[in-house]
């Protein structure tokens, strides 16, 4: 009776009109109550009955309470729904068809109904792709609604973290169709190499070997002949595997399974440089001072047989003293020392005059056939990973003034160092940690390597970690530009272009520059896409890793072992650790810290914390920890300190 009073009803809408509106972000939390985030830092409170008008993510318009000096937000306008296309879990609640959004601040059932997948055929726990259709605050709708639009895999599928991953950012799970009857192209300007014993290395279980190497000794150092699969030999722009590449951007690399950017005949195949087999490809020669200066490099198609296949461990074992694993012949035993020579002179001069990797080391899983983590393997960059990745450097340095010079443009990657908006505070920062350094210098590339070797001679990661924050981001471009991370003035990858087609591009870019054939300035839009897809992929390997990682830990967390953890972030809320043993990303709530909570003081400004008034902990520490609670589903992994602070 009272709800369809006119006179209550104008009363409402009179007290609305007064209220305040803000504009936010929704911010769930597992206990029903949320947060209206706004653009200017503040946090309004959204009690449970009206979280249930919106989802976490969801970008409103709220109105905002007054009581009490306490805030509080009623969600009123929908501005931009938090879900789109999403992935979700089949709950059937009362025999209908509901879908729970895969996300761990999204634990509401969502009313759902078939749309080219029959709800008949699903079973309770599915992992489906679905679309929001209705939302509350939407006007004329009431409630939420989604449309299934495809299924992704069963509940007890031991396959689940990569089907719903590869779903989730919408990326191919099967490799390309293989077209009949390849047709090899440029043939007639290719020059014989094939008695040049150059040779590969890889893991042992490489297939789509795309890099080739051969040294000679000159009386000023060396020359470096790096020979690159060639698959523009075989693949004519526009055609449909070059377009179906073009759509993928990137050969997929997910822990024990790939999705190959060409159809595997080629990577695997024909293209790939298969010891004791002609193939074509596109050749560098670099010539490389005694010091490990580049100089001028020529470039030419060419037919190509490498002599030997290489793998890193018996390599670096053999460089190393280790093993009793000899070459096939003598020719080969001299490339290598040749190779390693190379690397080491080559090595030192970047290390005076550009930049040089920290050795991190890479986590590799171990997956059986039934998608169960047997082991986490970690990878140190031993020297043969060295001598491959500094030749591919110089071969990538050496086309970046190819096609700066013949072309003017090209596929490059470019790195800015700093964020320009952020110099000051970097130059504040460093000046009150000891290290005081001009801040127009750093802008410049000089600057920023003299920088990044300040870094490198700290005893600590710390400044190193606090000014990751500071830093630019890498990007694809057209025209020529220096690489701040890298400490180059110009990078353009060719080397990988079974893998990357922006590499592909650059093969013809660089076929052009050699042949004098026209060719096109890449577009905008072609940049644009590889490098959402770049990051696309990244997401995808790095969000497969979080649930295998989950599956991993969570069988251990009864046994409580202990793991050696570096702080990587560190808030009011808690620490953000990195566990050395096997690479696994983990959270330390800030109350397991301590038992006394009121002595803990975290600074996420400087990335350091206090217990009763004295430092404990700052980014870049190691501490050993204990696993506390792993959440498959949501891909949580929780951690506590061995040794909880007062005790």
């Known amino acids: 009776m009272f709800q369809?009073?006119?006179?209550?009803?104008?009363?409402?809408?009179?007290?609305?009109?007064?209220?305040?509106t803000v504009e936010g972000t929704i911010k769930a939390t597992d206990r029903g109550f949320g947060f209206l985030e706004t653009d200017k830092g503040d946090?309004?409170?959204?009690?449970?009955?009206?979280?249930?008008?919106?989802?976490?993510?969801?970008?409103?318009?709220?109105?905002?309470?007054?009581?009490?000096?306490?805030?509080?937000?009623?969600?009123?306008?929908l501005i931009e729904p938090g879900l789109d296309r999403f992935i979700a879990r089949v709950k059937f609640v009362k025999d209908r068809l509901n879908v729970v959004p895969d996300h761990p601040m999204m634990r509401d059932a969502l009313r759902a109904k078939g749309e080219g997948v029959k709800g008949s055929d699903l079973n309770e726990g599915d992992y489906v792709v679905a679309k929001l259709l209705k939302h509350p605050l939407r006007e004329g709708e009431n409630q939420f609604q989604v449309a299934i639009t495809q299924f992704v895999a069963a509940a007890d599928d031991p396959h689940v973290p990569w089907w719903v991953i590869l779903a989730k950012h919408d990326l191919a799970k099967t490799e390309p169709e293989d077209p009949s009857g390849w047709q090899l192209q440029d043939q007639d300007q290719r020059q014989d190499l094939t008695d040049k014993p150059f040779v590969t290395i890889d893991a042992e279980s490489t297939k789509d070997m795309d890099d080739a190497l051969y040294v000679e000794t000159l009386e000023s150092g060396w020359r470096l002949?790096?020979?690159?699969?060639?698959?523009?030999?075989?693949?004519?722009?526009?055609?449909?595997?070059?377009?179906?590449?073009?759509?993928?951007?990137?050969?997929?690399?997910?822990?024990?399974?790939?999705?190959?950017?060409?159809?595997?005949?080629?990577?695997?195949?024909?293209?790939?440089?298969?010891?004791?087999?002609?193939?074509?490809?596109?050749?560098?020669?670099i010539e490389v001072s005694a010091e490990g200066e580049a100089g001028s490099a020529e470039f030419c198609?060419?037919?190509?047989?490498?002599?030997?296949?290489l793998a890193y461990d018996k390599v670096s074992n053999l460089l190393e003293g280790q093993g009793d694993w000899q070459p096939e012949s003598q020719q080969i035993a001299e490339q290598i020392q040749q190779l390693h020579q190379l690397a080491q002179a080559r090595i030192q001069w970047r290390q005076t005059h550009a930049l040089v990797f920290p050795d991190r080391p890479d986590y590799r899983f171990e997956v059986d056939d039934a998608g169960n983590v047997l082991e986490i393997h970690v990878d140190h960059r031993r020297i043969a990973n060295r001598m491959v990745e500094e030749s591919m450097i110089l071969a990538n340095s050496a086309a970046a003034d190819l096609l700066a010079q013949k072309l003017g443009f090209g596929v490059?990657?470019?790195?800015?160092?700093?964020?320009?908006?952020?110099?000051?505070?970097?130059?504040?920062?460093?000046?009150?940690?000891?290290?005081?350094?001009?801040?127009?210098?750093?802008?410049?590339?000089?600057?920023?390597?003299?920088?990044?070797?300040?870094?490198?001679?700290?005893?600590?990661?710390?400044?190193?970690?606090?000014?990751?924050?500071?830093?630019?981001?890498?990007?694809?471009?057209?025209?020529?530009?220096?690489?701040?991370?890298?400490?180059?003035?110009?990078?353009a990858t060719w080397t990988s272009p079974i893998r990357k087609y922006g590499d592909?591009?650059?093969?013809?870019?660089?076929?052009?520059?050699?042949?004098?054939?026209?060719?096109?300035?890449?577009?905008?839009?072609?940049?644009?896409?590889?490098?959402?897809?770049?990051?696309?992929?990244?997401?995808?390997?790095?969000?497969?890793?979080?649930?295998?990682?989950?599956?991993y830990l969570s069988k251990l967390v009864k046994q409580s072992p202990t793991f050696t953890g570096e702080i990587q972030?560190?808030?009011?809320?808690?620490?953000?650790?990195?566990?050395?043993?096997?690479?696994?990303?983990?959270?330390?709530?800030?109350?397991?810290?301590?038992?006394?909570?009121?002595?803990?003081?975290?600074?996420?400004?400087?990335?350091?914390?206090?217990?009763?008034?004295?430092?404990?902990f700052q980014l870049g520490d190691r501490i050993e920890v204990v696993l506390d609670e792993v959440r498959v589903a949501n891909r949580s992994i929780v951690v506590k300190p061995k040794h909880p602070l007062g005790e």
Request: proline content about 5%; charged content about 25%.
């Open 225 to 285: 002949w790096v020979a690159i699969a060639d698959p523009t030999a075989y693949v004519a722009e526009g055609d449909e595997v070059d377009q179906e590449a073009y759509k993928r951007g990137f050969t997929q690399y997910l822990p024990g399974f790939n999705v190959p950017m060409l159809p595997r005949q080629l990577a695997d195949e024909l293209c790939s440089l298969h010891q004791g087999e002609q193939r074509p490809a596109v050749v560098a020669a």
């Open 569 to 616: 972030d560190l808030n009011r809320g808690g620490m953000r650790l990195r566990l050395q043993d096997n690479g696994a990303s983990v959270f330390l709530p800030a109350p397991l810290l301590s038992k006394d909570k009121t002595k803990l003081t975290m600074a996420g400004d400087v990335g350091r914390a206090q217990y009763d008034g004295e430092q404990v």
């Open 504 to 551: 592909m591009v650059n093969h013809r870019l660089i076929k052009g520059a050699i042949t004098g054939k026209d060719v096109s300035r890449p577009t905008a839009e072609t940049i644009e896409h590889l490098s959402a897809m770049r990051k696309l992929h990244r997401a995808c390997e790095r969000d497969v890793g979080d649930w295998l990682y989950a599956r």
């Open 4 to 20: 369809d009073n006119p006179l209550l009803q104008q009363l409402k809408a009179q007290i609305r009109e007064t209220l305040p």
């Open 43 to 77: 946090s309004h409170f959204i009690v449970p009955a009206q979280m249930k008008k919106v989802v976490h993510g969801d970008r409103v318009s709220a109105l905002i309470r007054t009581e009490n000096d306490k805030t509080q937000a009623e969600p009123e306008t």
């Open 301 to 309: 198609l060419a037919t190509v047989c490498s002599k030997a296949k």
């Open 412 to 491: 490059f990657n470019t790195h800015a160092g700093l964020d320009a908006e952020r110099v000051d505070n970097a130059v504040q920062m460093l000046a009150e940690n000891a290290l005081v350094l001009d801040g127009e210098n750093l802008k410049t590339l000089e600057g920023y390597c003299e920088l990044r070797r300040h870094l490198d001679a700290q005893e600590t990661p710390y400044l190193d970690i606090r000014l990751r924050r500071m830093q630019a981001f890498s990007e694809m471009a057209t025209t020529p530009g220096p690489h701040f991370g890298m400490g180059l003035t110009g990078y």
